[in-house]
């Protein structure tokens, strides 16, 4: 959060379709549709709606409040969440199916690195099944898109800045900056094992530059990758 990511899919957007290339921008985010009501309803029955709202506006998921109430999963509630996932990244799938269908480029915001690491976070070991899912899926739309990651990153000050800028994501009592840092070591565990599994993978600073900069250090990556 705050790296650029969504500044930077904006951008590419603009640039692609000005070159009349017809582009169809998503978002995949962990824990999506059916799964996001999932954590949602758990959380507000833990917690209640009004903290359930304060989370989400400081940028923290209802699935890591879920995840700070029940310390260690059962093998059951893994499954039932796995199963629920299963569900949501299909619908995910049949989605963009459907929206892009006609589209020469799709652009996803957030994306399979970052996914894998939400996981990773909140299942630990028993994240393998549905991660091992998350990897077909990313390697399925490779063989028909050519896709190309683009791994957003920024120093540890920049991102302090941003997130005070923003006010989001915030420390709490409850949940603190270790928080945030212990995600992002895990953003980059998830990067090693798409990088050790052939996929293509542009890391990008956005530190001390603006958007249209960081756009074309993305699109020179991408014109000399597809």
Request: hydrophobic letters at 50%; one cysteine or more; glycine letters at 4%.
């Amino acid at each position: 959060m705050g790296a650029g990511k969504t500044s930077l899919a904006k951008e590419l957007d603009r640039y692609y379709t000005c070159l009349n290339r017809k582009v169809c921008i998503l978002r995949l985010t962990a824990y999506p549709n059916v799964s996001y009501l999932f954590f949602d309803l758990l959380a507000k029955i833990f917690y209640g709606c009004k903290v359930v709202r304060y989370y989400r506006r400081a940028g923290v998921h209802p699935s890591t409040l879920v995840a700070k109430r029940i310390q260690k999963f059962s093998l059951l509630f893994a499954k039932i969440i796995f199963f629920v996932d299963l569900s949501s990244l299909f619908l995910w799938d049949l989605y963009r199916r459907l929206r892009c269908f006609r589209s020469l480029m799709i652009i996803i915001d957030e994306g399979f690195v970052n996914i894998v690491a939400n996981y990773l976070e909140i299942l630990g070991k028993d994240a393998t099944t549905v991660v091992s899912y998350v990897f077909k899926l990313a390697q399925k739309m490779n063989q028909k898109h050519r896709t190309v990651f683009l791994f957003v990153v920024a120093d540890f000050d920049t991102l302090i800045k941003r997130w005070a800028m923003r006010r989001c994501p915030i420390a709490t009592s409850f949940i603190g900056l270790n928080h945030h840092i212990r995600y992002l070591k895990l953003m980059l565990f998830s990067l090693k094992l798409f990088l050790n599994s052939g996929f293509k993978i542009a890391v990008v600073d956005s530190s001390n530059k603006d958007v249209p900069i960081l756009a074309y250090e993305a699109i020179k990556y991408v014109e000399d990758n597809v």
